[in-house]
């Protein structure tokens, strides 16, 4: 095993894959959002009772004090970090150690994995490795995460992968074979013979968050490519800047997650679309920095104006949302700085006013600008001339029912959250995170957001 922080090029380097041996891996390229951010939580983990276990998940558990506490007191384990994912592998390793161990068979391993769906709650795509018996991949009952199986056929027979995304298939020759649904898991013995059970499965409430920002372009989620989703964003958006007597002089993108609903928008109102903002792909995301001044020097560094193409035009910029508020109000003065007459900020999210519990960094109520600013306040804290939410009734009719795939997650939009009540899991999840973070980030916004007016 090996782990660090950073790009997979600055951590692993040919030396390290030298001494990777055997037929079975699994990696992991996600920042944590239970816990500290540090070197010591990056996955996979790994236990080495009753088997060889090593694990690697995507998503939150929000339920995460009462699992600790089964832990401790069913099964007198104590987690020995705050990474939600111990929570799980420990849950799933307590199930199988009352099984037959000299005989573990398909329907034992199948067995533990609803054990942990029951007991575990929130989302989480996992794919885990049973030393000596195959590799194990499953979703919590309401397929939140992403996670889909690939295939590449070999002289020595066929090969599998599991990924967050089906465009990793690309890269590797491998062939998309079907996406992991809500509550399925899926065993390969090490005879490469592949076993199914679904499990628990509810309705599917897919984060719609995949479509608007965190999925690549060139990824096809529940048979939906989410480029052409992303420009079917943009087109409904015509209606609201036509509504607003909006009249662009040209439509431009915020770097590279706006791009597609940017085009979608240029085209429906018959604007030209120019790439006016040039990104620095040598920096990070803005968006899981922890700090208000580390977010706005990340955007500094990492989006430079073209003047020719900005100066003395109305320009209308698309986002695929706004969170802080704090990236999008300093891409707006570079604009001006650059020239630009007048700024339309447009949102291909609608306004999102509840914190996200189920493994996106946005946790904290606080720091939503739209949980506590009315869109006219919005609009003067960002210093646009005028903000353009996407509407969330457009939002539902688009992604409310997934091609016979089921339902999305629309919590951070709605505050109604898939698993149920939930009030109790989010003051233990901001607790825990504000824990993990620097003592002023939780009043960065409010230091500097707008003085709410009477409303």
Do not use: W
């Amino acid at each position: 095993m090996h782990k660090g922080q950073g790009l997979v090029n600055d951590v692993f380097k040919p030396k390290h894959i030298k001494k990777l041996t055997g037929n079975t891996g699994i990696g992991h390229v996600r920042y944590t959002t239970q816990g500290a951010n540090d070197s010591d939580l990056a996955q996979p983990f790994t236990t080495s009772y009753p088997f060889g276990l090593a694990m690697v998940h995507n998503g939150n558990v929000i339920n995460f004090r009462d699992v600790a506490r089964l832990l401790h007191e069913k099964y007198h384990v104590l987690p020995k970090t705050t990474n939600d994912l111990e929570l799980i592998m420990y849950t799933f390793a307590s199930e199988l150690r009352v099984k037959d161990l000299d005989r573990l068979s398909v329907v034992d391993i199948f067995d533990a994995v609803e054990t942990t769906q029951e007991l575990v709650k929130g989302a989480y795509a996992t794919v885990t490795i049973i030393a000596g018996h195959g590799l194990l991949a499953f979703t919590d009952p309401l397929g939140i995460r992403p996670l889909v199986m690939g295939r590449r056929d070999t002289p020595d027979g066929p090969v599998y992968a599991f990924a967050s995304e089906s465009t990793c298939f690309d890269y590797l020759d491998f062939e998309f074979v079907e996406d992991v649904g809500p509550g399925q898991a899926v065993f390969i013995d090490n005879d490469f013979k592949v076993h199914y059970k679904n499990i628990n499965a509810l309705p599917k409430a897919f984060c719609v968050f995949e479509q608007i920002y965190f999925a690549r372009e060139d990824s096809t989620i529940h048979g939906r490519l989410v480029a052409r989703e992303r420009v079917r964003l943009g087109k409904i958006l015509a209606r609201k800047v036509a509504d607003a007597g909006l009249k662009p002089d040209m439509v431009i993108d915020v770097p590279s997650s706006g791009y597609f609903s940017a085009s979608g928008l240029a085209e429906a109102i018959d604007v030209p679309y120019r790439r006016a903002l040039v990104k620095n792909n040598h920096m990070g995301r803005s968006f899981i920095v922890p700090t208000q001044a580390g977010r706005e020097d990340v955007v500094k560094k990492k989006l430079n104006p073209i003047r020719a193409f900005v100066e003395g035009k109305k320009i209308a910029v698309v986002d695929d949302s706004i969170v802080r508020g704090t990236t999008s109000r300093r891409i707006v003065r570079l604009l001006r700085e650059a020239g630009a007459t007048e700024v339309y900020f447009i949102s291909s999210a609608p306004p999102i006013v509840s914190p996200c519990i189920y493994g996106i960094d946005m946790a904290m109520s606080t720091e939503l600008i739209a949980a506590n600013y009315s869109e006219e306040e919005i609009c003067r804290y960002i210093e646009a001339d005028k903000v353009i939410y996407q509407d969330l009734n457009d939002l539902q009719d688009l992604f409310a029912e997934e091609r016979g795939h089921g339902g999305s997650c629309f919590a951070c939009f709605t505050g109604k959250y898939p698993t149920g009540e939930v009030t109790h899991y989010l003051r233990h999840i901001q607790e825990e995170r504000q824990s993990h973070r620097p003592a002023k980030a939780a009043a960065s916004l409010s230091a500097k957001a707008p003085a709410p007016t009477e409303h």
